[in-house]
């Protein structure tokens, strides 16, 4: 156990549904982040929180909503995803941003959901 | 722009030989280097990372990787593999001018062979 948690572990959803993924960290860490895994494909960052601010959205499409409300805690809303939107998305934490120094941007990662769009 | 190669989809290696996983980086600034496995159904783990300084680093279950600036690259070895190595292995590099920019290679999958 990495101290990162993700509910749910698997969620299919219909095109029109709106769903959301939580993440959890356990870890006392200040940043988080969302990742999106898809076969073959590198990892793509989707969105970076420190201190509950948004500091990273990396071009990603509005149907993608995340939510901070503290530094445990990170959602991801969604709504009226795209088939291409299937993935597993990954929620990762650190003790903060790089340039702090030691191991303060080692990310520390849940075991992630995987989302099935139909 | 930036990004991150790793030249092969997947790396069989026999129980006991020594493995390379390659990794290629393209970065502004001075590049924070890691790499991390996947396990079956789990999340990543990190395994090591460099920053600066020695161009071996020393990380997790006997891996280490070699910094080479002139070729850009941060190759991932162990001097004898084990089966219990078989996973999926990432590199990532962290942006040195713009610390909330990560990028990942698309994996390397190691089997590792009794």
């Known amino acids: 156990e990495t101290g990162v948690t993700q509910t749910p572990r698997h969620l299919v959803m219909g095109m029109t549904n709106k769903k959301s993924l939580k993440c959890e960290q356990h870890?006392?860490?200040?940043?988080m982040y969302w990742y999106k895994q898809s076969a073959k494909k590198p990892l793509e960052l989707m969105f970076v929180y420190n201190f509950k601010e948004q500091t990273e959205n990396n071009s990603v499409p509005s149907r993608f909503s995340p939510e901070c409300p503290n530094s445990s805690h990170l959602f991801l809303h969604l709504h009226t995803l795209q088939p291409e939107d299937s993935a597993l998305y990954l929620c990762a934490s650190s003790l903060g941003l790089a340039g702090a120094g030691g191991n303060t941007d080692t990310q520390y990662f849940g075991p992630g959901t995987r989302l099935t769009v139909l | 722009a930036q990004s991150v190669a790793q030249p092969e989809d997947q790396v069989n290696v026999a129980e006991g030989n020594p493995l390379t996983v390659k990794c290629t980086y393209s970065v502004s600034g001075n590049p924070y280097l890691f790499w991390y496995v996947q396990y079956p159904n789990r999340g990543l783990q990190f395994l090591l990372k460099?920053?600066?300084?020695?161009?071996l680093v020393k990380g997790s279950y006997g891996f280490e990787a070699e910094f080479n600036k002139s070729q850009t690259s941060f190759h991932l070895k162990k001097p004898s593999a084990l089966v219990s190595d078989s996973a999926l292995y990432f590199c990532a590099v962290r942006d040195g001018d713009n610390f909330n920019k990560f990028y990942f290679g698309s994996g390397t999958k190691l089997n590792v062979k009794p």
């Open positions: 870890l006392g860490h200040n940043a």
């Open positions: 460099y920053i600066t300084g020695d161009n």
